[in-house]
């Protein structure tokens, strides 16, 4: 059984930072990578950001420079540095595990299994 569990978020004046964390347990077959993601209240899930299991780091253009994610293997832990935030981070973050999913066509990496989210609340 997947198991992932977010801690960390908490609310923060704009340009402040915090950092999350996320450990997780399982086995995961086709894992391709760890990500985080968020949603804001009244819009959808967006990727925050990604690592996939050979290292290949993606963020997403609002949060580069900014963000920082990190994976330490060895403890299965996956972290989440964030500074200089902005009111417009404010959002629930989830910690996602991705798996090779097939899509018509092809194998894609996209997120499968979900931590419970924690909430970060960025104010001026």
């Known amino acids: 059984q997947v198991q992932l569990v977010e801690s960390g978020g908490g609310s923060v004046q704009a340009g402040g930072s915090l950092k999350l964390s996320c450990v997780y347990s399982?086995?995961?077959?086709?894992?391709?990578?760890m990500g985080w993601y968020r949603q804001a209240p009244g819009k959808e899930r967006e990727l925050v950001s990604t690592?996939?299991?050979?290292?290949?780091?993606r963020y997403a253009e609002a949060v580069k420079g900014r963000f920082t994610i990190s994976q330490d293997n060895a403890k299965n832990t996956l972290d989440l540095q964030m500074n200089s935030l902005k009111i417009e981070d404010t959002a629930v973050y989830y910690c996602?595990?991705?798996?090779?999913?097939?899509?018509?066509?092809?194998?894609?990496?996209?997120?499968?299994?979900w931590g419970q989210g924690t909430q970060v609340t960025v104010s001026s």
């Open positions: 996602a595990a991705l798996k090779y999913t097939y899509m018509p066509g092809t194998y894609s990496c996209r997120a499968a299994y």
């Open positions: 690592i996939s299991n050979d290292g290949l780091i």
């Open positions: 399982g086995s995961i077959f086709y894992q391709c990578g």
